[in-house]
């Protein structure tokens, strides 16, 4: 029977990105830099913006979760997904890409009638990303979408935090958890966004409280999480009350904390263009280089590197042949 290194759940979305001005960006009466859930009707409104007409356009299959997985995937990891997408093109095109990433998704449970989640991304030119989420039928997911043997089966499972958004996806992560603690599988979950953590602290504290192995985040996310006003208060408080985590500090590195040590790690100098997906590009390499048997030093340091790779570029995903050269290079480095 097949094992796994990470198992993941989350939002299966279709990305759909554009690079606009900052001042082109106060149209669209989104918060910079956070996630906005929004309707159908409002995500083909912000679509057909006249400022994005004449933008270039990136699109392709996305979501945290997804993200992380690709990138652990291609760097040699045995990965498996659980989510949910219609039975539309864009779901089609999202279960291709998983299939290409050689990820496992078992047998999906349902491809449901409706729109397969997207999510529209603005792209400033300081690299910060603000999004606006139409979730379609992934609004839905539940316990009913998790393939528990696969869970039972991994290494790890990481939970993506846009789940606890809405009560069904919530109770999606609560399920995951479960199975996770019942089977002696690590568990990680991301925090995603500082605007989720602001609007659904209660549901991230219960998962925490309820247990979590291993927590990633970003420091306006670890201030959210832990009341603290700077990253020595969040590192002292988030030693209180999970195990092991990382606070990634953009430009300035990541913190990661193995239960026992904390490493600082500093990121390579790049021009940033694009900040979509370096979360998840670094929680996938993490999640890869410590089942490789990486100590949290090590898979700081390396996370480091591909985090500020994708940030150089444009998207929200590595190409496979940098992923692989990267991973040769680093290996050499830090051997």
């Not at 830099?33 to 392709?60: F, H, N, P, W, Y």
């Not at 349902?110 to 606006?132: E, F, H, I, W, Y």
């Not at 603690?181 to 605007?195: E, F, H, R, V």
């Amino acid at each position: 029977m097949k094992t796994y290194d990470v198992f993941g759940i989350g939002n299966a979305l279709v990305d759909i990105e554009y690079r606009i001005a900052l001042e082109e960006l106060e149209s669209f009466d989104l918060p910079k830099g956070m996630m906005t859930l929004v309707s159908a009707s409002r995500q083909e409104e912000l679509l057909s913006e006249k400022t994005l007409r004449s933008k270039d356009i990136k699109q392709s299959c996305g979501g945290s979760a997804a993200n992380t997985l690709v990138t652990a995937s291609m760097l040699g990891s045995k990965t498996f997904f659980s989510f949910r997408v219609a039975g539309d093109l864009f779901g089609d095109l999202f279960c291709e890409e998983l299939r290409l990433a050689e990820i496992d998704m078992g047998q999906i449970k349902s491809r449901p009638q409706g729109n397969t989640g997207t999510c529209l991304t603005l792209v400033t030119k300081d690299a910060d990303r603000t999004m606006a989420t139409h979730l379609g039928v992934t609004e839905d997911i539940s316990s009913e979408d998790i393939d528990f043997e696969a869970i039972k089966r991994s290494k790890h499972a990481y939970i993506e935090g846009y789940l606890v958004a809405n009560t069904s996806g919530f109770e999606a992560a609560r399920a995951a958890q479960e199975a996770a603690k019942k089977s002696g599988t690590n568990l990680a979950i991301t925090l995603s966004d500082p605007g989720l953590v602001e609007n659904f602290k209660s549901e991230f504290e219960i998962l925490v409280k309820d247990g979590i192995d291993l927590i990633f985040c970003n420091l306006s996310e670890a201030k959210l999480l832990t009341r603290e006003n700077d990253l020595e208060g969040c590192k002292k408080k988030m030693r209180e009350i999970v195990p092991r985590f990382v606070i990634t500090l953009g430009k300035h590195g990541s913190y990661a904390f193995d239960g026992k040590s904390g490493y600082s790690s500093q990121s390579p100098r790049i021009k940033a263009q694009d900040s979509t997906g370096a979360g998840d590009t670094f929680a996938g390499a993490f999640l890869h280089y410590i089942c490789k048997g990486y100590g949290f030093d090590k898979a700081n340091q390396v996370s480091n590197i591909f985090a500020s790779e994708i940030a150089s570029r444009w998207g929200a995903r590595l190409p496979k042949e940098i992923i692989k050269s990267l991973d040769k290079k680093t290996a050499n480095d830090i051997a």
